[in-house]
T-cell receptor
Framework: GENVEQHPSTLSVQEGDSAVIKCTYS??????FPWYKQELGKRPQLIID?????GEKKDQRIAVTLNKTAKHFSLHITETQPEDSAVYFC?????????FGTGTSLTVIP | NAGVTQTPKFQVLKTGQSMTLQCAQD?????MSWYRQDPGMGLRLIHY???????DQGEVPNGYNVSRSTTEDFPLRLLSAAPSQTSVYFC??????????????FGEGSWLTVV
């Protein structure tokens, strides 16, 4: 099956700085790549997604880039704020299954 | 809309006991799934369903059963609980099978401890 690797596992940034989280996937048939944010004790919630026919997508301070050739995609958060502190998961979808990365714990230091 | 509703939120089981985690959604979603979340392991798919009467195994199905008799409900059964099944369980649903790019909505989670 698909294998999704996510790095780094923890990330600390100063408020206002940018944060970048990277994921790689193994199966070139994967065609949908969502990112989820999970606050402590809460459910994962979708923050942005990208399909395989798109190279980049932005939503305010959040952007995702996809390199199909290299089989990697990244989440970019600009002008980070303390409320961005959470665990972020990437995922790759094939058929009826999603495969999740192991998560990145982001801490934004005020 | 209540969205995806899971019960119970917390449960402690003894090894060998059986139990059912309930999941219901009121969004008329065809696709429902169960994940377990363990520290450092991300979310791993246990079982999923693309419609009433249709279920299939995910990455980690051993020790769990599911059924989908209605569009709304997708219960997860632990047949004989083991300490390795201590985890947080999330039910999730979406309109179409996953690779159509539809948002997956998660329930609030069920914290299960097996002693």
């Amino acid at each position: 099956g698909e294998n999704v690797e996510q790095h780094p596992s923890t990330l600390s940034v100063q408020e206002g700085d940018s944060a970048v989280i990277k994921c790689t996937y193994s199966d070139s048939a994967s065609n949908y790549f969502p990112w989820y944010k999970q606050e402590l004790g809460k459910r994962p919630q979708l923050i942005i997604d990208i399909r395989s026919n798109v190279g980049e997508k932005k939503d305010q301070r959040i952007a995702v880039t996809l390199n199909k050739t290299a089989k990697h995609f990244s989440l970019h958060i600009t002008e980070t704020q303390p409320e961005d502190s959470a665990v972020y998961f990437c995922a790759a979808s094939i058929g009826n299954q999603f495969y999740f990365g192991t998560g990145t714990s982001l801490t934004v230091i005020p | 809309n209540a969205g995806v509703t899971q019960t119970p939120k917390f449960q402690v089981l003894k090894t060998g006991q059986s139990m059912t985690l309930q999941c219901a959604q009121d969004m008329n979603h065809e696709y429902m799934s169960w994940y377990r979340q363990d520290p450092g392991m991300g979310l791993r798919l246990i079982h999923y369903s693309v419609g009433a009467g249709i279920t299939d195994q995910g990455e980690v199905p051993n020790g769990y059963n599911v059924s989908r008799s209605t569009t709304e409900d997708f219960p997860l059964r632990l047949l004989s609980a083991a300490p390795s099944q201590t985890s947080v369980y999330f039910c999730a649903s979406s309109y179409l099978p996953g690779d159509s790019g539809n948002t997956i909505y998660f329930g609030e989670g069920s914290w299960l401890t097996v002693v």
